[in-house]
Every structure is written in C-alpha cells, then in structure tokens.
C-alpha cells in the first residue's frame, strides 16, 4: 500500500479503492465479520468456512479472510491489539461494506470474577480503562480513567450466547478495555510507577459487574452505538457483539497452557460463526451486492 498513490489526507484510500491500514476493497469483505486478534487464530478459524475466497494480509499486520459459511459470505478480520487497531478495522470495514455489519469479537482476556482459564465469557457490556497522563505530572486527580458501560447489540450477543452455550459453560459480565496491557490493567512491577495497586478494586467499585480486563471490546462497542446508516439515513449501521476466553485467572495468578487455548478457540470458533449466521437469518435486506464481490458466483 505504501507505493500506492493516495488522493486525500482526510479519507485516505487508494485510487483503486483500497483502504489504507486493512487494504480492503469493495466486495472483499462481508457484512458479517467475526474478528480476533492473532493472525493465526484468524487461520485456525478459517478452516471452519466451506470455502475460502479471498485471503489478503496488509503492511499494517489486518488478515482478512473471506469465504462461505453455511451459504453465507462471512469475513475473518485479525487486526493484532489495542483499540487503536480494533478503530481502523470497524472505520475502514464501514468504508468498503453496503448495508448493515454486524461483527464478533472472539479474543481473550484476564478474568476478574470466578472464570478460570479455558472458560469463556459473553460481554453484557463493555467499558473503558485509560491512563490519565497529566496524574503522572502533577499527583493530583485519579491515576486512571474508567469510563461508562457501553452496551452490545441484544440480538447478536442473544445469538452468541445460545451458539457457545450448545458447547460451553458461559459467564456473562462487564468487560474492562484498558488502553495497555499492563499499567491500565492493574498489573504490577517495580520498573515504573504505574500508581495502580489499587486499581483492580476501583474497577469493582464503578462496575460491580466487571468480569474481564482486555484491550478492543468498548472500541468495538462505542463504535457500533455511534455508527450512522451505511448510506446516512439510518442510525447504527454496526451491529456488536464479544465473546472472550479467559486466558489469566487475575486473582490466582495463573495463565492458560497453549494446548488448552488451542483447544477452546477450535471448540468454540464454528459456535461464533453459527452465531453471525442465526442472526443473519434476521436480517437479510440491504446486504452488500454479490455483483462484482468476491463471492459473487458461489451463493
């Protein structure tokens, strides 16, 4: 993308049409997208679909994968971590889909609440976790910033839970989105003065509900409450919805075995994706046109 020529600094997109951090076009995504972080969970997934049309990896690190699920075209995003990476996908997905997405975040996170380590949580809500810089320079006002709940679509996150729930123990919760793995998630070490170690109780005293501490779902949430109709006439054109594999027990200080996240994500991957589409069963109209997609003569 870099040799690329781009016309406008504001929405920049290649003369061909090619968004500039996923490198997607018209017709190489679908309106339903699961979307993970690790590229090769993006891969490992990818072997559920029936068929794979389009594979593309971009100089930013996004994998996007589309195919056919089930007679459904269905996109697999991995855009690596953070809410910075999880903001372009969902802008330039937006960018490139007709109609209405609805996207599922399948990732991991460190349980705050009874989960342990393989089991799975569905996020009822999600709500930011920020560093507040100017503490760190004067000592006055709150180390960190903890936002307000945002909510997830109703009927897709309906729909997540009955798919994973077929196969797993579910726990539902509040989900944290800090913006570092480390210092904003309460973890703790003598390298730098973080001023966090009571952060994790704050946590439970502004969201008692709080399960999990990760980095994209209240990026993916906000997003979704504040996106506009595909063609500007409509309100909330993104449709959202988590679900997340607790990888560290945060109050037992232990962390999942490799042989066990492989495991839960291959159990459960073809259960999200039965998700999208139960809930694309609801909603059929206004979808990206099959002319010129890549999945145009395979439905």
């Known amino acids: 993308m870099t040799n690329e020529l781009i016309t406008s600094a504001n929405k920049p997109v290649s003369v061909d049409g090619k968004t500039y951090h996923v490198e997607i076009k018209r017709g190489q995504v679908a309106n339903r997208i699961l979307t993970v972080g690790d590229p090769s969970r993006a891969r490992l997934i990818s ?17 996007t994968i589309t195919g056919i699920y089930r007679n459904v075209p269905v996109s697999i995003v991995a855009i690596g971590m953070g809410l910075s990476m999880m903001d372009f996908f969902v802008r330039e997905a937006r960018m490139v889909v007709s109609g209405p997405l609805s996207i599922i ?7 705050i609440c009874s989960a342990q380590p393989g089991d799975v949580i ?17 000592r006055q006002g709150d180390p960190y910033i903890i936002w307000p ?10 729909c997540l839970r009955q798919a994973v729930g077929k196969i797993s123990e579910v726990f539902d919760g509040d989900v944290g989105n800090a913006d570092s793995f480390y210092g904003s998630q309460g973890r703790t070490g003598d390298d730098f003065d973080d001023a966090n170690g009571a952060l994790l109780q704050r946590i439970h005293e502004t969201h008692p509900r709080a399960a999990a501490l990760e980095m994209e779902s209240h990026m993916l949430f906000h997003l979704a409450e504040v996106s506009t109709g595909a063609n500007g006439d409509q309100p909330r054109s993104v449709r959202a919805a988590c679900a997340l594999v607790v990888f560290a027990d945060r109050s037992g200080n232990t962390f999942i075995c490799p042989e066990k ?10 259960a999200v994706l039965d998700a999208l589409i139960a809930d694309a069963s609801e909603q059929t109209a206004d979808m990206h046109p099959a002319a010129g997609s890549v999945w145009e003569n395979e439905l």
Do not use: M, W
Not at 149 to 158: A, N, Q, S
Not at 261 to 270: L, N, P
């Open 47 to 63: 072997k559920r679909l029936d068929k794979i049309l389009f594979a593309h990896e971009s100089h930013r690190g996004f994998l």
């Open 105 to 111: 975040r399948l990732g991991s996170c460190g349980s």
């Open 149 to 158: 709940l945002v909510k997830p679509d109703e009927r897709l996150t309906g």
């Open 122 to 138: 569905v996020a009822s809500g999600a709500f930011g976790i920020g560093r507040n810089y100017e503490f760190f320079s004067t």
């Open 261 to 270: 996240s492989t495991q839960v994500f291959g159990d459960i991957a073809s």
